[in-house]
């Protein structure tokens, strides 16, 4: 059988993400009944972080051990790929002594290029592209408060990141309309917009966008690596903050996501987290969830 990698949610289909949302649900049952599952006892995963983190690390992480193996964190620093190595060659190096790796970086062709080389299942934890770890995460919080997303429409606001990016994949494979609220010159890839079709939606005004909507959701304004560009996007962004007032104009039983880190005073108002609709931080904790049902799929 071949190897599955999860790069983005389009490595799966719609029946196969939606089992991973009830497996995610089921497994935070049993977590929180302190049941011990070890269905990974002895299992390996490696994780590569060319960019800093907090809940991919620790989820990942966690996860393994809670299923009875282990995870060893590496960083340029620590490997032969901070030295120049060649990406093939360290694929099929640590494919060979782990059963599953995951990559936090930048470019995702490298995942890619990985992932070609991997004799193991290779998973994305976010490069500039993507962030389909994030979004398994989301649709569990959605069907875990709400229901299924399924004809409902959930709104981004912000710039067309990797986070929009996956939004965009996740629309089509859940069924779920999308309106994009963002300013002009930050719209997501053309040609990922013209493949959705009419399921995605564009705006310039988040107040438009976010009229009856089930979920909305926003990211930073500068993500890692744009951070010279923060003065400009502040400017640009500053009719973009998500507030209690903003989710006064959606669906009553509309609830908000961000994936975190947040900069209060900035894409979210002071007090947005702190608001009742906010499921922020039950979605940070499914992040442990739904990659523990990811892994189990992958490894078992």
């Known amino acids: 059988m071949n190897t599955r990698h999860f790069l983005t949610l389009t490595d799966f289909n719609s029946a196969e993400l939606r089992q991973l949302i009830a497996r995610a649900l089921e497994l935070k049952a049993m977590h929180r009944r302190r049941e011990v599952y070890e269905p990974l006892k002895n299992r390996v995963l490696g994780m590569i972080f060319e960019k800093s983190s907090t809940r991919t690390r620790v989820s990942f992480e966690a996860g393994m051990i809670q299923f009875g193996g282990g995870a060893i964190f590496l960083s340029p620093r620590d490997t032969q790929l901070g030295r120049g190595e060649p990406i093939e060659d360290t694929a099929r190096v640590l494919s060979g002594m782990v059963d599953a790796v995951m990559i936090r970086t930048f470019d995702h062709a490298m995942v890619e290029r990985f992932a070609a080389y991997s004799s193991v299942p290779v998973i994305n ?72 079709g009419d399921r995605v939606k564009l705006f310039t005004s988040a107040e438009e966008a976010v009229k009856g909507a089930h979920l909305i959701t926003t990211d930073v304004w500068a993500s890692m690596g ?22 006064d104009i959606a669906d009553p039983d509309a609830i908000f996501l961000h994936c975190l880190p947040a900069h209060r005073g900035e894409e979210i108002s002071e007090d947005m987290l702190d608001d009742p609709r906010s499921a922020v931080f039950t979605q940070a904790e499914n992040r442990l969830h739904a990659q523990k049902a990811l892994l189990e799929f992958l490894l078992t």
């Open 125 to 196: 934890g976010l490069t500039d592209d993507y962030h389909p770890c994030q979004l398994l995460a989301d649709m569990q919080t959605y069907f875990e408060l709400r229901g299924d997303i399924k004809d409902k429409v959930a709104v981004w606001i912000g710039d067309g990141n990797n986070m929009c990016n996956s939004y965009i994949n996740a629309a089509n494979l859940f069924d779920f309309k999308l309106h994009i609220a963002c300013p002009q010159g930050y719209a997501p890839d053309a040609a990922m917009l013209e493949k959705a």
């Open 226 to 247: 744009q951070e010279e560009e923060a003065k400009q996007r502040k400017l640009d962004f500053a009719a973009y903050q998500v507030t209690p007032a903003l989710m």
